[in-house]
């Protein structure tokens, strides 16, 4: 299957800092990407979808302003957590999939970016 | 009512044991389903992809898909320690970029 690479895979970060997450699609071109959140032993909650080039939808009760979202290119997409506080301590995940062909292809994940804010 | 149910389980069986996972839904809309594995601290692994209705084999894997039933299925053959995990099921409208994710369900394969 398609590789989507997540970096970092864990951060631990001072409260009132900025975390940035990247999420590369390495060898296809990933039209949309998806970011989620998931607390432990639940299943994942859609922050945010981005297309490239534009701005990113966010899921009702996400704070567009604290969760920066960038799809510059085909290839990246990035989270960038501002003012962390512990309340945002969680597991994000990133996910991919390609639209180019017509039409929908599955859905590819990174490995995951646990944060830690202390 | 969820769009996707998904018992949460856990689900605790004998290894070499047949496992049957399920999920149903409520949007007719659904044309593409996906199962997911996810390990602790791991982000999912894809497992199956199948369009449409039908029933598609990958290895000790297989799924189903009954659309007249809105009732999609996992089965594990042989199952493995190793497939000891959560296992999520996913789906989309044909044209929608979002997926609609099941609970998971938690899985452990007993030696």
């Known amino acids: 299957g398609a590789v989507v690479s997540q970096h970092p895979s864990w951060v631990i970060c001072k409260s009132g800092t900025s975390v940035k997450i990247e999420c590369r699609s390495l060898?296809?071109?990933?039209?949309?990407m998806f970011w989620y959140r998931q607390f432990p032993k639940q299943s994942l909650m859609l922050m945010a979808t981005?297309?490239?080039?534009?701005?990113?939808?966010?899921e009702q009760g996400v704070e567009k302003d604290k969760f920066l979202i960038n799809h510059a290119s085909l290839t990246l997409s990035t989270l960038t957590v501002t003012s962390a506080h512990p309340e945002d301590s969680s597991f994000y995940i990133c996910?991919?999939?390609?639209?180019?062909?017509?039409?929908?292809?599955?859905?590819?994940f990174g490995q995951g970016t646990r944060l830690t804010v202390v | 009512q969820k769009e996707v149910e998904q018992d949460p389980g856990p689900l605790s069986v004998p290894e070499g044991a047949i496992v049957s996972l399920n999920c149903t839904y409520s949007?007719?809309?659904?044309?593409?389903f996906m199962w997911y594995r996810q390990y602790s601290r791991k982000g999912p692994e894809l497992l199956m992809y199948?369009?449409?209705?039908g029933n598609k084999e990958d290895g000790r894997f297989t799924a189903q898909v009954d659309k007249s039933s809105k009732y999609i299925s996992l089965f594990i053959r042989d199952s493995q320690p190793s497939d000891s995990a959560t296992y999520l099921c996913?789906?989309?409208?044909?044209?929608?970029?979002?997926?609609?994710f099941g609970q998971g369900t938690r899985l452990t394969i007993n030696p």
């Open positions: 199948t369009y449409s209705s």
């Open positions: 996910s991919a999939r390609d639209f180019w062909t017509g039409g929908l292809t599955e859905a590819f």
């Open positions: 060898d296809f071109q990933a039209t949309t």
């Open positions: 949007n007719s809309a659904f044309q593409y």
């Open positions: 981005s297309n490239e080039g534009s701005k990113a939808t966010y």
């Open positions: 996913a789906m989309s409208a044909q044209g929608a970029q979002k997926l609609v």
